[in-house]
Structures are given as C-alpha cells and as structure tokens.
C-alpha cells in the first residue's frame, strides 16, 4: 500500500481493493470516500477530517428543552455540549443535575458536560451517574488536576480539561498524555453570545503542536463564538470539536444551520 499527500489531502493506494480504514480512539473526525482509478486498477481511498459539532444547550429554549433536544438529534451534529455553572468560578448560573438527568433521556449522542465550578471534584461521580460521556474540568478550578483526570477516568468517563483566555498552552505539558480532550475558551467564561476571541488562533496552533511532539491523539475543543467565519480557520489550526450556542440555536433552521457548519469545517 502507497501513501501519498496531493492538494493536502490523503490518499491510501489498495492494491487489493480494500478499504483502508483509519480508526482514531472511538471519534467520528475522519470521512473516507474511495474513487476508482481505471488507469493504475486501483482504488484511491480520499481521507478528509471532519470536525465534531457539538451544539451548546445553553443557548437552547428552556421552556422547550425536549423539543430542542430532539432537533439535535435528527441534525448533523455529533455531541450535546452541556455548561454547568455555579455563580462563583463564573459570574453565571446555569443548571444542575434534574435538567442534565431530563436532557439525557431525550439525546441520542453523547453528552460533553463542561464543568464551570469550584471544586469539581466534588461532584465527578454524580454527573458521571446521570448520563454525562465526558466531563471536562478548568485547569484553574482543581488544586490536583491529575487527581481528579483519574477521578473522572475511574467514574466512566472520558476526561477533559478546560483553559480560560489567560491561561497558556503550556501548563498542560506535562498532564497532557491524560487528557482525551482539552477545551480552549475562545471567550471568558460565564455568558453565551460573546465575541469571539482571535488570540484563539494561536493558542491553537501551539496546542496541536504540543500534541504532535508528544504522539498523541488528543482532541482540542473550541468553545465560545464559534460561527461559519471561523469554523474552518479553527479546524485548519488544529481544532476539532467546535462547540456553537447562540449560532445554531438562533438560526432560523438550526438543522441547516448545523449541517453547513459541519460541511465548511470538512478538510
């Protein structure tokens, strides 16, 4: 089998006419087509990145949380991404554990639970019980990031951490290898809707290099003004879970909304 890069993208030469699949740790972020070369009798098999779309809930309607749930569901997105905030690590209260435990019989794809709380380790086997898939905890909210990473592996679930605006890449060097996934707040914590930040860029790059250098296959998770005029720069950086609130939600067809999203974001 022959590997080959054309126009950035991959291309897997089967001379038996199979199809080369390429498995990346359980996550939907690759699509594979295969063309027909009649000239070299083989098929060419077209590897493409894609990225993971993971609608915020918090910019959902409340009063119809089933409903919207639902509409997620039939979309094209892959994830729920659900905010939980407690009024002291962030100027904000969200939800807690009744209306996670009601969004999780309704949703069909995994719930990305995003810890915006003091202390999170309090309550790790709690949201792990009532349905959440990942947990992703602030480097700046845990004295013992390594403690509670361990904790969330030992509840079930996939474990993430999270860095605000101010916070570099770089202290992440050493935990990195424990980490699934790392979220990168494209905004200050707290509230939907806001700018997004372009520093972002950066601080992607460096991430995607950190993890290159170390033989990992982390993913990095963009949350925070995420709309189409930077989707496709963040996956071109390195991103590849892109959280929108306020974007799809406020969309005058989320579905479509949604499904356009995933396209421009396909490499």
């Known amino acids: 089998m022959k590997l080959r890069l054309i126009t950035g993208v991959l291309l897997f030469i089967n001379q038996n006419s199979s199809l080369f699949a390429l498995k990346r740790s359980g ?13 070299t009798q083989h098929y060419i098999h077209i590897m493409s990145k894609q990225a ?45 554990m009744p209306v996670i ?14 810890l915006m ?16 898939d990942i947990i992703t905890v602030h480097y700046e909210a845990t004295v013992h990031l390594h403690r509670t990473l361990t904790q969330i592996k030992n509840a079930g679930c996939k474990a993430g951490v999270v860095l605000n605006l101010s916070t570099p890449v770089s202290v992440l060097e050493d935990i990195l290898p424990e980490c699934y996934m790392v979220l990168i707040m494209s905004i200050n914590p707290g509230f939907g ?22 033989g990992l296959d982390t993913l990095i998770e963009i949350d925070g003004g995420v709309t189409n005029k930077n989707a496709k720069q963040l996956v071109e950086a390195g991103a590849d ?25 396909t490499l």
């Open 27 to 39: 996550v939907r972020s690759f699509a594979f087509y295969t063309i027909f070369a009649p000239t």
């Open 52 to 96: 993971i779309i993971a609608p915020s809930v918090l910019a959902a309607d409340f009063a119809n949380l089933q409903r919207d749930i639902e509409m997620i569901n039939k979309s094209e997105a892959d994830w729920f991404h659900i905010d939980v905030m407690d009024g002291q690590f962030v100027p904000n209260i969200s939800y807690g």
């Open 101 to 114: 435990e009601a969004i999780k019989k309704h949703a069909t794809k995994p719930l990305d639970v995003h």
């Open 117 to 132: 709380i003091e202390k999170p380790e309090r309550y790790i086997e709690t949201f792990a019980k009532i349905g959440a």
């Open 193 to 214: 809707g806001q700018k997004f930040e372009e520093i972002t860029y950066n601080k992607v790059r460096k991430l995607k290099k950190m993890i290159t250098d170390q």
């Open 241 to 265: 879970v892109l959280v929108a609130g306020s974007y799809i939600f406020n969309a005058e067809n989320p579905i479509e909304t949604t499904a356009d999203l995933k396209k421009i974001t």
